[in-house]
C-alpha cells in the first residue's frame, strides 16, 4: 500500500482530497495531513511517505520550500504539487525543483485522480495548460494508468 500525505491550508479540500483519493485510488492510503507547512514537514520525516500532495500557499513554510527540503531528505518521495498558482515564475520553481507533477486546482479532482496514478507509477503529470505556458517538458510524460 502506497503511503500519501496531503498538505493543504484549506479544511474543505483537504477533506475532499482525503475521500476522493480513498474512493478512487484503491491501494493508497493518506497516512497524515496538516494545514501547517512546518508541522507537515516534521510529521513527513516521521512518516515516510510515498507521496506528498501540497498546496504552495501555507502557512509557515511554502509548498515550493516544502518540495525543495523533503526531496533532499526522503529520496524515494514523489510530490505532487496541487496548486490554484499558475503564474510562470512559481511553475519554473517547482519544475526545477523536480516536482514529479503539478495540477491547478482549476483541472478539478479527475485530473488530480490521474496525476497521483501516474506519479505512483512512476511516471510525471502536468497539467495541460502548464505544458501550454511552455514550463514543462517539452514532451508530456503523463501516463493514465
Not at 19 to 32: D, L, N, Q, R, S
Not at 96 to 121: M, P, R
Request: net charge negative; proline share 4%; hydrophobic share 40%.
Amino acid at each position: 500500500m502506497k503511503k500519501i500525505y496531503i498538505i493543504e491550508d484549506d479544511a474543505i479540500v483537504r477533506k475532499l482530497l482525503i475521500t476522493h483519493i480513498a474512493e478512487f485510488i484503491p491501494g493508497h492510503e493518506v497516512v497524515g495531513s496538516n494545514d501547517d507547512g512546518m508541522i507537515a514537514m516534521k510529521e513527513c520525516l516521521e512518516l515516510q511517505p510515498d507521496m506528498i500532495i501540497v498546496d504552495i500557499r501555507l502557512p509557515e513554510v511554502n509548498g515550493l520550500e516544502i518540495l525543495h527540503i523533503l526531496k533532499s531528505k526522503i529520496p524515494h518521495l514523489k510530490v505532487l504539487i496541487y496548486s490554484g498558482i499558475a503564474d510562470k515564475k512559481t511553475i519554473e520553481i517547482a519544475v526545477h525543483g523536480d516536482t514529479d507533477g503539478y495540477v491547478l486546482k482549476t483541472s478539478g479532482f479527475q485530473e488530480l485522480v490521474k496525476a497521483v496514478k501516474s506519479i505512483v507509477a512512476g511516471g510525471s503529470y502536468f497539467s495541460p495548460d502548464i505544458y501550454k505556458l511552455g514550463l514543462a517538458n517539452n514532451s508530456p510524460s503523463n501516463s493514465y494508468t
